[in-house]
């Protein structure tokens, strides 16, 4: 079975500055995506990134990076410049590859952008 | 660029009553997926469903649910008889098969509220 763990229910950032957003993880597959999403209040799931376990390099898109660490069992999530329509609710998730299998979601963490 | 749809967007229902959302995932996916979240809360996996039968399905799955694929486009979630504590948001999504990771297309949403 597949565990998610995120420590950090809320953060506040000052606008422009960077942040990261913990997310730790917990399975005995080899062969595994670990994904993070943006819920803003209005409801909807949005993607933002993909990182595979046996991607050598952390995973970039944007202004988001992942900070992969494997032996650490980590996938932080880096936002570079913070902007005021980042704020939302961010969830760090995982599945196995391979097959049909479910995508297991972490708790998430309030992101509250300060002008 | 292609999305996942789902109607209605919110729906009301008495407690007892069955209800029906719907889901047009995305044409050439081959996996389709019903998460759950409880206001508050963090999405849950419910059922996984993959050529024309389901393939996974969790504990919150239980006889009052049920999924189908009509007509080859509409992914349907079913629950027979409505409780209280089935008022969440409930997300449909899907993934195409010939992908490396197994990245999930999420629908916006159906807001369900049992009175």
């Known amino acids: 079975a597949q565990k998610i763990t995120q420590t950090q229910p809320g953060m506040f950032v000052q606008e422009k500055e960077a942040v990261t957003l913990d997310c730790t993880y917990d399975t005995s597959d080899q062969s595994y995506g670990l994904f993070w999403y943006k819920q803003p209040s209005s409801g909807e799931m949005i993607f933002l990134i993909y990182?595979?376990?046996?991607?050598?390099q952390n995973a970039t898109e944007g202004r988001y990076s992942l900070n992969f660490q494997k032996a650490r069992k980590s996938a932080n999530l880096v936002i570079s410049a913070s902007q005021l329509g980042d704020s939302a609710m961010y969830f760090c998730a995982m599945g196995v590859n391979f097959g049909n299998e479910k995508l297991t979601f972490g708790t998430g963490t309030r992101l509250t952008i300060i002008p | 660029e292609p999305e996942v749809t789902q109607t209605p967007s919110h729906q009301v229902t008495q407690m007892g009553q069955e209800v029906i959302l719907r889901c047009v995932p995305i044409s050439n996916h081959l996996y389709f997926y019903w998460y759950r979240q409880i206001l508050g809360q963090k999405v849950e996996f419910l059922v996984s469903f993959y050529n024309n039968e389901i393939s996974e399905k969790s504990e919150i799955f239980d006889d009052q649910f049920s999924v189908e694929r009509p007509d080859g486009s509409n992914f349907t979630l079913k629950i027979r008889s409505t409780k209280l504590e089935d008022s969440a948001m409930y997300f449909c999504?899907?993934?195409?098969?010939?992908?490396?990771?197994?990245?999930?297309?999420f629908g916006p949403g159906t807001r369900l509220t049992v009175l």
């Open positions: 990182q595979g376990s046996y991607d050598e």
């Open positions: 999504a899907s993934r195409p098969r010939d992908r490396v990771n197994n990245e999930q297309f």
